[in-house]
């Protein structure tokens, strides 16, 4: 998903479950997901619609917190 998709779920009230993994192909790197109801989960993505990756957390954080998310799981 990407991240204007996602400032406009989040602005229609849409709720998602925002999980921060390491990423299974560099796990130096950090990835964003979501989880929604009905089983249906996402990444996101940039405009290349590659999944985006961080080399920092606190990047990861800082960027969500730009979307408007305030609640995030991290899994280490």
Known sequence: MKREDVQAKHAEGVVFDTHA????SNL??????FKKGEGRSFFLIDASEEVE??????DLINELKQLGIK????HC
């Open 53 to 58: 990756s961080f080399a920092r957390l606190d």
């Open 21 to 24: 993994i390491a990423n299974p």
């Open 71 to 74: 609640r995030v799981e991290v």
């Open 28 to 33: 130096q790197e950090w990835i964003v997901f």
